[in-house]
DNA sequence: CTGAACAGGACCAATGTAGTCCGCTATTTC
DNA sequence: GAAATAGCGGACTACATTGGTCCTGTTCAG
């Protein structure tokens, strides 16, 4: 798995902050129960997104989490890497001296290329492309 | 990171099979060795892709492993798939009734259009494409 | 001042990865 | 048909990462 449970917490706790963000901050407690996240975890999320400037937070009374950005800003590779650090494909093991491609190593082109890809798709979505719906859909 | 160091072992060994099939069975100790990966690991991992059939293996004196397959017959993408398993992008850890985004859950397209970005790229490229060279460069 | 709310360090449990060990089985060679 | 060779495969271990808890401290509105 690429993505750990770490990055669906964040991303959804993102896509809840991103439709309350006019109604003032919202509390840990709120977000954690409203979407079934461990609140002790979700606090350490939410204090890595807000040392990165997407969340802001508040203490005291009547504080809580506020989003920081513009929903239609910020890409869902930026998120993602803010969460989980960048996403690696791949780590050659080789030493240089037993390195059976030494010289010029394809596979390093291979993944690279791959990584490239990854970054592409999801720099083509932003927060704002994603609603967050408070209820189940009226029924199929 | 996506790919593992199992993978990278069966990518070089494969790469190993590729270089000396025309010259019969090559002895585990003789992989294992020459491209610096512990014995019994390499074992496991060959034994894998033998049950996929992608290499044969022989026992007894004389005995080794080779290649089953025409080097340019099979993906990157093959390979990867049969050492790692499929590579999946993102598991959704909300359950259907808490899922902020159930109905439509945008989420998935996104995941889903990188994991057949991933796949195209890797399916582009044959274990012929890449050259087990013996030695060093000539040097730069 | 008091209680609500976040901050952050220490800690813990489960999981997955990487790797080892060893007895078993098959095959070849003499 | 015995050795010797080579892969098979199950059980086990070590370590790192992930997911998660707990507790104490700090900030701030009322």
């Known amino acids: 798995m690429i993505f ?3 990055t669906d917490y964040g991303l959804r706790a993102l896509m809840y902050l991103a439709e309350r963000r006019a109604r003032g901050p919202v509390t ?4 954690a129960e409203k979407l079934m996240i461990p609140k002790a975890f979700l606090s350490k999320i939410l204090q890595q997104l807000a040392k990165k400037g997407v969340v802001r937070s508040l203490k005291g009374p009547s504080g809580g989490f506020v989003l920081a950005v513009e929903p239609a800003e910020v890409t869902l590779q930026e ?4 969460i989980d650090g960048p996403t690696r494909v791949f780590e050659c093991f080789a030493t240089e001296s037993d390195c059976t491609l030494y010289g010029d190593c394809l596979m390093r082109d291979v993944f690279g290329e791959v990584e490239d890809q990854i970054g592409k798709v ?3 979505y932003t927060l704002a492309d994603f609603r967050y719906t408070d209820k189940l859909p009226a029924k199929a």
């Not at 998120?79 to 803010?82: A, K, Q």
């Open 4 to 6: 750990s449970r770490k």
């Open 28 to 31: 840990l407690s709120e977000i």
């Open 79 to 82: 998120i993602l890497t803010e």
């Open 122 to 124: 999801l720099a083509r």
